[in-house]
C-alpha cells in the first residue's frame, strides 16, 4: 500500500510538470496539485508511522549465533513492506548497533538501492558466513561453564542450546564435528557426574549391540530428556524442594539476628573488644554463626544477669 501511493505521488508529480511545459497552469490546478502532493506526503508519514506495529525486528549488535534470525525478522517486518532505498537504509541504521553499526557506518552516506544493497552483502559475508556461524556455536559449546549437581535449570539451559545446535547442524556443514566422540567427550566434562554417568550407560549399551558411538543429534535428545525429567514442575527434586520452602522457614535464622543485635550493642553487651564486634557484624551479615564463634557459648557465663550453673 505504501508503494502505491509513492506511485501515485509520483505520477501526479509527472502530469503537474507535463501541463507546466504545455501552458502555465492556473492558481486553481496548482492549488489542487499542492493540496493533493500535501494528502500524499501525510499519508505517507502515517504509513512510516505504522509501518512497524505489526512487530519490529530485534536490534543486532554482531553476534552471529543472532544473525539469520535478524535478517529474517528485518526483510519480513521492514523489507517486504518497504521498497524505497533511503527509507530501507534508515530501518537498516535503526535496527543495528555495536560492531555491526561501525561496521557499516560508511554505507550510509549514500541513499540508494547499491548501498543498501552493499551493506547486506557486507553483513552477509561477515556475519552469514557458514564458517563464521559455526565457528560461533563451537566457541559458545567449549566456553559454557561447568554445570553443578543440583544446577537443574543450568541443565535446561545448556540443552536448549544443545537442541539449537543439533538443529543448525542440516544448514552449517561445519557443526558435523560434534558428532565426532572426542567433541562428545568434551560436552561430558561441562555436565553434573549423574548425568554423565546415564549417559555412559547408554553409551556402552549402543556399543555393546555392535553400534557406532551415538551421534550429537542423539546426545542432544538424551540431555533433554534428563533435563525435562530433572526439572518437571511436580514429582522433580527440584519442584519438590521448592514446594517444601514455606514463608515461615526462616523464623530460626530471624531469631537468631534479634539475639545476636541484642548482645552486638556496644552499650549493654559484656564484649566490647574489636575482635567480638567484627564477629557480630559477620554473624548479622550471613544469619549464621560460624562453628568456632564462641559468642553464644560464652554468653551465658559472661552476660550480666546470668549465672553459671
Known sequence: MMDEAEKQDSELKEL?????????????IRRKVDACSAVTADLLQLMRVRLTEGGEPTVFSG???KFTEWSTSFEALIERRCSN????????????????????????????????????????ARYGN??????????????WPRIGGKEFLKLREFSDFLQTCSSAMSHIKGLQVLNDCEENQKMLA???EWVTSRWNRYVTEQLDRGQEYPSFHEFASYIAKEARIACNPVSS????????????SSWAHTLLVEIYQMLGNSHISPYKTASKRQEYREILATG????????????????????KK
Open 16 to 28: 503537474y510538470d507535463g501541463i507546466r511545459l504545455q501552458v502555465a497552469p492556473s492558481p486553481e
Open 63 to 65: 553476534d552471529p549465533l
Open 85 to 124: 532505498p533511503v527509507d530501507r537504509l534508515f530501518y537498516l541504521q535503526r535496527y543495528i548497533a555495536g560492531e555491526a553499526k561501525s561496521f557499516l557506518e560508511g554505507s550510509f552516506y549514500r541513499k540508494d538501492e547499491e548501498a543498501y544493497q552493499q551493506a547486506w552483502d557486507r553483513l552477509n
Open 130 to 143: 557458514s564458517f563464521v556461524v559455526q565457528r560461533a556455536f563451537r566457541e559458545k559449546l567449549n566456553t
Open 190 to 192: 561441562k555436565l553434573p
Open 237 to 248: 527434586l527440584h519442584a519438590l524442594r521448592h514446594a517444601t520452602e514455606t514463608p515461615n
Open 288 to 307: 549464621t554463626p560460624s562453628r568456632t564463634s564462641t559468642t553464644l557459648r560464652g554468653t551465658k557465663d559472661k552476660a550480666p544477669g546470668l549465672k
